[in-house]
């Protein structure tokens, strides 16, 4: 019974659990056995010989937006801008392509790489666009800038009341500065339909896109038009839209604000083929270092006047439960310590009433109390972790946090030693996509706590076995797992961090075929 049957032969396969042979044996969709060519060629059977390379499983990325992500590629981003005068120069070349009655819409900027190192106001984009509604997204996504006639359209002024989970900037007065955060931001970027700035092409490519890194599946969040980068409209519409030239397995996680938002959902992603499936319920307990709005139970170093913002709240509870009850997972963003905790104390009462724990992640898990790491292993529940954060973040996140809790933000390696089953993402559009990039951070985290860092083959497994766990697949490369294949130019196990950023993908298999780049 050799139909259909394929042998790919390498230099060697190497999976987080060492190298268990050099040829990988196929059949179809799935993986038949891994081993050595002596043991596993027979005659009948072809082979597919990469010499001199190296076969890994396909690599995972248990946490990121494709929607957004397309966005920022197809001309969205706000990457290099490096002062307010370039930030007025690309919005106002921007918007020249734009309807007279489009917003003005751009993800990705970066305060930290501005030379005015501040955020910029309603005034500063003013500059650029009087008339026409402008919101600009900080990369982290949890805060964003509005123009004054965006905030006029929102009807946002200095008598709005800061929203539930988020905050207005004001100035001295009491006016409004266009410096949204956390749900802040909903309160306009619901009203600007920005979903024009991705095609389904452009969505199409991304995902392409992430195959030339290697990445053969994807925990994605999906926003319904009222979450983060709301502009974009309903993210699931988008995907279910091109569910047939999807090239990679996408798991798919909803922001939802309603449980039968949820389900109805679930239910889109679910009918819309095999490479799309609902996975769960994705929620939001706080909000970003980088915004001064994760939780903390202590102030920020660098802002002694400021915890945070804690947005975790009975809907999520609520939307939890429902998740639950549908099949699904449960996975909450909580980047501060305080955020940490909270999350672990609904967990715990989701578990305590039945709720299988393997199911059950917190986003990023950024900085944790020493306690609720044992906290974490003893439930056994995932940390989703981005170690890309760390390249973004290293020139200031030491003042942020301070000495104290430095020793235990991105505590991979503690985690790890713990017994916490660990996920590797990227957050994209937050981070870059590569995954060899992230594996390389996981590493040697930028100089940052580097006794933090964890070993070669703990960082390949946060991208392959961890990520596939974390988003409910078989482990990679058992038998009857899906033939998710990445062959590479080296070993990431046998090289430095550098070199495993220079990882060269040579071809990427899913489910049995390799990708053909061109095709779409
Ligand atoms: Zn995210």
Request: hydrophobic letters at 45%; glycine letters at 10%; charged letters at 20%.
């Given at each position: 019974?050799?139909?259909?049957?394929?042998?790919?032969?390498?230099?060697?396969?190497?999976?987080?659990?060492?190298?268990?042979?050099?040829?990988?044996?196929?059949?179809?969709?799935?993986?038949?056995?891994?081993?050595?060519?002596?043991?596993?060629?027979?005659?009948?059977?072809?082979?597919?010989?990469?010499?001199?390379?190296?076969?890994?499983?396909?690599?995972?990325?248990?946490?990121?937006?494709?929607?957004?992500?397309?966005?920022?590629?197809?001309?969205?981003?706000?990457?290099?801008?490096?002062?307010?005068?370039?930030?007025?120069?690309?919005?106002?070349?921007?918007?020249?392509?734009?309807?007279?009655?489009?917003?003005?819409?751009?993800?990705?900027?970066?305060?930290?790489?501005?030379?005015?190192?501040?955020?910029?106001?309603?005034?500063?984009?003013?500059?650029?666009?009087?008339?026409?509604?402008?919101?600009?997204?900080?990369?982290?996504?949890?805060?964003?800038?509005?123009?004054?006639?965006?905030?006029?359209?929102?009807?946002?002024?200095?008598?709005?009341?800061?929203?539930?989970?988020?905050?207005?900037?004001?100035?001295?007065?009491?006016?409004?500065?266009?410096?949204?955060?956390?749900?802040?931001?909903?309160?306009?970027?619901?009203?600007?339909?920005?979903?024009?700035?991705?095609?389904?092409?452009?969505?199409?490519?991304?995902?392409?896109?992430?195959?030339?890194?290697?990445?053969?599946?994807?925990?994605?969040?999906?926003?319904?038009?009222?979450?983060?980068?709301?502009?974009?409209?309903?993210?699931?519409?988008?995907?279910?839209?091109?569910?047939?030239?999807?090239?990679?397995?996408?798991?798919?996680?909803?922001?939802?604000?309603?449980?039968?938002?949820?389900?109805?959902?679930?239910?889109?992603?679910?009918?819309?083929?095999?490479?799309?499936?609902?996975?769960?319920?994705?929620?939001?307990?706080?909000?970003?270092?980088?915004?001064?709005?994760?939780?903390?139970?202590?102030?920020?170093?660098?802002?002694?006047?400021?915890?945070?913002?804690?947005?975790?709240?009975?809907?999520?509870?609520?939307?939890?439960?429902?998740?639950?009850?549908?099949?699904?997972?449960?996975?909450?963003?909580?980047?501060?310590?305080?955020?940490?905790?909270?999350?672990?104390?609904?967990f715990e009462e989701l578990i305590a009433g039945?709720a299988?724990p393997?199911?059950l992640?917190?986003?990023?898990?950024?900085?944790?109390?020493?306690?609720?790491?044992?906290?974490?292993?003893?439930l056994?529940?995932?940390?989703?972790?981005?170690?890309?954060?760390?390249?973004?973040?290293?020139?200031?996140?030491?003042?942020?946090?301070?000495?104290?809790?430095?020793?235990?933000?991105?505590?991979?390696?503690?985690?790890?030693?713990?017994?916490?089953?660990?996920?590797?993402?990227?957050?994209?559009?937050?981070?870059?996509?590569?995954?060899?990039?992230?594996?390389?951070?996981?590493?040697?985290?930028?100089?940052?706590?580097?006794?933090?860092?964890?070993?070669?083959?703990?960082?390949?497994?946060?991208?392959?076995?961890?990520?596939?766990?974390?988003?409910?697949?078989?482990?990679?490369?058992?038998?009857?797992?899906?033939?998710?294949?990445?062959?590479?130019?080296?070993?990431?196990?046998?090289?430095?961090?550098?070199?495993?950023?220079?990882?060269?993908?040579?071809?990427?298999?899913?489910?049995?075929?390799?990708?053909?780049?061109?095709?779409?």
């Amino acid at each position: 019974m050799n139909a259909g049957r394929q042998l790919l032969v390498a230099e060697a396969v190497r999976t987080a659990r060492g190298s268990p042979g050099n040829a990988i044996l196929i059949e179809g969709e799935r993986v038949v056995a891994v081993g050595d060519r002596d043991t596993l060629e027979s005659p009948g059977i072809p082979i597919v010989e990469f010499s001199g390379a190296y076969l890994l499983p396909g690599m995972r990325d248990a946490h990121m937006h494709p929607v957004p992500y397309a966005s920022s590629l197809a001309g969205s981003s706000l990457d290099g801008v490096t002062t307010i005068d370039v930030l007025v120069d690309t919005i106002r070349i921007g918007s020249e392509v734009l309807g007279a009655d489009e917003p003005y819409v751009a993800l990705r900027l970066d305060d930290g790489a501005l030379a005015e190192r501040r955020l910029p106001t309603r005034h500063d984009l003013d500059a650029a666009e009087s008339e026409r509604p402008v919101l600009i997204h900080r990369y982290c996504g949890h805060v964003a800038i509005a123009n004054t006639a965006a905030l006029q359209l929102a009807g946002v002024d200095a008598s709005t009341p800061d929203p539930a989970g988020g905050s207005i900037d004001r100035d001295v007065d009491g006016v409004p500065t266009g410096v949204l955060r956390e749900t802040a931001i909903d309160l306009v970027s619901t009203l600007l339909d920005a979903s024009g700035t991705v095609t389904d092409d452009a969505l199409v490519d991304a995902l392409y896109g992430l195959t030339r890194m290697g990445i053969t599946s994807i925990g994605a969040v999906f926003g319904l038009g009222d979450g983060p980068w709301a502009s974009l409209g309903d993210e699931v519409a988008r995907m279910v839209g091109i569910a047939d030239r999807v090239p990679i397995t996408v798991h798919g996680f909803v922001i939802a604000h309603t449980s039968d938002a949820l389900a109805d959902a679930a239910r889109r992603l679910d009918d819309a083929g095999s490479r799309l499936r609902w996975l769960g319920y994705k929620g939001f307990a706080d909000g970003s270092l980088g915004g001064h709005t994760a939780a903390m139970h202590a102030p920020f170093t660098d802002r002694p006047d400021e915890t945070g913002t804690m947005r975790l709240d009975a809907t999520d509870r609520h939307l939890a439960e429902a998740s639950v009850a549908m099949g699904g997972m449960v996975a909450i963003h909580a980047i501060g310590d305080r955020a940490n905790s909270a999350v672990l104390d609904l967990f715990e009462e989701l578990i305590a009433g039945g709720a299988d724990p393997h199911r059950l992640r917190i986003e990023h898990a950024s900085v944790l109390d020493r306690s609720d790491i044992e906290r974490m292993a003893h439930l056994g529940v995932t940390a989703s972790v981005q170690p890309a954060f760390l390249g973004s973040e290293f020139d200031w996140i030491v003042d942020r946090v301070g000495a104290d809790r430095i020793v235990s933000t991105y505590p991979f390696a503690s985690l790890d030693y713990a017994g916490v089953p660990l996920g590797g993402g990227s957050d994209s559009p937050v981070e870059s996509p590569d995954p060899w990039a992230g594996m390389a951070l996981a590493r040697d985290r930028a100089g940052v706590m580097t006794s933090e860092g964890l070993l070669p083959d703990r960082a390949l497994s946060l991208f392959t076995d961890g990520a596939a766990a974390a988003l409910g697949e078989p482990l990679p490369l058992s038998p009857g797992s899906p033939a998710d294949i990445v062959v590479v130019d080296r070993d990431p196990v046998a090289c430095s961090p550098d070199q495993v950023r220079g990882t060269v993908v040579i071809e990427t298999w899913v489910h049995g075929a390799p990708i053909e780049v061109a095709t779409r």
